[in-house]
Nanobody, 116 residues
Framework: QVQLVESGGGLVQPGGSLRLSCAAS????????MSWYRQAPGKERELVAA????????KFADSVTGRFTMSRDNVKNAVYLEMNSLKPEDTGVYFC?????????WGQGTLVTVSS
């Protein structure tokens, strides 16, 4: 069964940090680009970060560049999103995503709330 399961969300104060994890199963994880998206209340889902399959090159949305990093572990079949200097506008549900060409896979999402 193809599956992505996110974890690590929660409530954090502005300026704080969180680390999200996404565990993948049911497909050849190391062959695919992995991405993180987020959806803020009342807004469309947007791409936050992506990482290539083997060489680990990353790209980020302008709004998070310099604050977020993304990594992957092709042995553990997992991707991570390290979020620093969090702002209230980073609040939203964060989703892990994989485009397997024959199938698009989304996780269930994990809620991040940045508030004092």
């Amino acid at each position: 069964q193809v599956q992505l399961v996110e974890s690590g969300g929660g409530l954090v104060q502005p300026g704080g940090s969180l680390r999200l994890s996404c565990a993948a199963s049911g497909f050849t994880f190391s062959s695919y680009v992995m991405s993180w998206y987020r959806q803020a209340p009342g807004k469309e889902r947007e791409l936050v970060a992506a990482i290539t399959s083997t060489d680990g090159r990353t790209k980020f949305a302008d709004s998070v560049t310099g604050r977020f990093t993304m990594s992957r572990d092709n042995v553990k079949n997992a991707v991570y999103l390290e979020m620093n200097s969090l702002k209230p506008e980073d609040t939203g549900v964060y989703f892990c995503y994989a485009d397997l060409e024959y199938l698009e896979v989304w996780g269930q999402g994990t809620l991040v709330t940045v508030s004092s």
